[in-house]
């Protein structure tokens, strides 16, 4: 069975841009969880979606926004990009919504750098 | 305060020690689940256990074990005859009701870096 896939893994890109990363969940997982992994801030909860719709939201500015289409697969954009974007973005899909009982299957992340 | 917290932000250990990875959550709800995932090089967090706030069972799984202790919220996870194969970053998570949106959450601790030397 595949795991999480995320494209691309590594990307540059420069203040003021934008960017969308892709998250495909492992086959039948219906939610799809987004996280920002800085040294300094750890791991951050950006959302969650499940069926389509964003069901939770973390405290993130409205420049990160994300969207979930039928097949279960993910994007999250980040628009305006700033110096502190910079970032591993990791997905995560699981069977159930991730808050209840269910456990996250992580994807090996995308590593933005934004200069 | 931190929901989670993982006080020891590294360890460095010797092949075969004994090393027990601390985690001390904070939490208002009554049903709750906590996690431990491992995060080796490679940037992938992994899965290890799942634990929901009426099951304080401590379990074991090969050379892991964990201690799930309600009254002193905590739930600390050892490695017996640690390995080199061990090092990794490891994380705390929490999932809970937050009072403030009446919705689930889950949230991790800042992680604890573990060296295995051999």
């Known amino acids: 069975k595949a795991g999480v896939t995320q494209t691309p893994r590594y990307l540059i890109k420069t203040r003021g841009q934008q960017v969308t990363l892709s998250c495909s969940p492992i086959?039948?997982?219906?939610?799809v969880s987004w996280y920002q992994q800085t040294p300094g801030q750890g791991l951050q909860f950006l959302f969650e979606?499940?069926?389509?719709?964003?069901?939770n939201k973390g405290n993130f500015p409205g420049r990160f926004s994300g969207r979930q289409f039928s097949n279960s697969r993910s994007e999250m954009n980040v628009s305006t990009l700033e110096l502190g974007d910079s970032a591993l973005y990791l997905c995560?899909?699981?069977?159930?919504?991730?808050?209840?009982?269910?456990?996250?299957?992580f994807g090996e992340g995308s590593r933005l750098t934004v200069l | 305060a931190q929901k989670v917290t993982q006080a020891q932000t590294e360890i460095s250990v010797v092949e075969k020690e004994d090393v027990t990875l601390d985690c001390v959550y904070e939490?208002?709800?009554?049903?709750?689940?906590l996690f431990w995932y491992k995060q080796p090089p490679s940037g992938e967090l992994v899965f290890l256990i799942r634990?929901?706030?009426?099951?304080?069972q401590n379990e074991i799984s090969g050379r892991y074990s964990w201690n799930f202790q309600k009254s002193t919220s905590s739930f600390n996870f050892t490695i017996t005859a640690s390995q080199v194969v061990d090092s990794a970053v490891y994380f705390c998570?929490?999932?809970?009701?937050?009072?403030?949106?009446?919705?689930?959450?889950?949230?991790f601790g800042s992680g604890t870096r573990l060296q295995v030397q051999p």
């Open positions: 995560a899909s699981s069977l159930e919504q991730a808050t209840r009982t269910g456990e996250l299957f």
């Open positions: 086959s039948g997982h219906r939610s």
């Open positions: 979606y499940f069926s389509e719709t964003q069901r």
């Open positions: 939490t208002r709800d009554t049903t709750y689940y």
């Open positions: 634990r929901n706030s009426f099951d304080e």
């Open positions: 998570a929490l999932s809970d009701l937050v009072m403030d949106t009446g919705r689930r959450a889950l949230t």
